[in-house]
């Protein structure tokens, strides 16, 4: 029977990836407190950090095969914090969350994950997201397709100086929060499409 106690990370990630439940088992049981602590720090909630990182290791079990983790201490920490992120964005005001966006895709840019991507991409659906439908419609247009306030008013039939107004009032609310992560999706060239903020 294999010790998994005494198998190093890299060891762990790489069983996992076969499918061994005893890896999973043990990456777990080294992992969960410290997840759950960062998690607690941010929300002081004992039964949703849980949950938290119970979705996280489903998630990765589920993904298994397809996971290419080289450093799980960074994977699971940038993770946690990812869905802290995800959770107040949908429970709170989002502002006072700003600094922990910043200092959480700074981290991820830091790993060398490919999936991390995905969840750049998931972050700034959920802030787009938060606007007024007809605003959030204006805002995708003009700066992730690239359209002109008169493209955008002929497109949705609406005048040049209202869509003008909502640019201005979009960017004025978002310039602190989302300007950062804009720019990080605009460096990783993630694929934004309006179709991606649809509900």
Request: with cysteine.
């Amino acid at each position: 029977m294999l010790e998994y106690s005494r198998h190093p990370e890299e060891a762990l990630t790489a069983l996992l990836r076969e499918g061994d439940e005893g890896a999973f088992v043990e990456i777990y049981r080294r992992n969960w407190q410290r997840m759950y602590n960062t998690a607690y720090k941010r929300l002081k909630d004992p039964f949703q950090c849980e949950d938290l990182v119970q979705n996280i290791f489903t998630d990765i079990w589920e993904r298994r095969t397809e996971l290419l983790i080289a450093n799980l201490q960074a994977y699971l920490q940038t993770a946690v914090r990812f869905q802290v992120i995800k959770y107040s964005t949908r429970m709170s005001d989002v502002a006072p969350f700003a600094d922990i966006l910043e200092s959480s895709l700074a981290s991820a840019i830091g790993t060398d994950d490919p999936l991390i991507e995905n969840e750049l991409l998931d972050l700034v659906k959920l802030w787009i997201a938060a606007l007024p439908e007809k605003r959030r419609e204006i805002f995708v247009l003009y700066y992730l397709e690239d359209l002109s306030s008169d493209q955008i008013a002929e497109r949705i039939g609406i005048s040049q100086k209202t869509v003008q107004n909502q640019l201005a009032t979009a960017t004025n609310t978002l310039r602190a929060q989302l300007s950062k992560v804009l720019m990080l999706c605009l460096i990783l060239q993630l694929p934004v499409r309006l179709e991606d903020f649809s509900k």
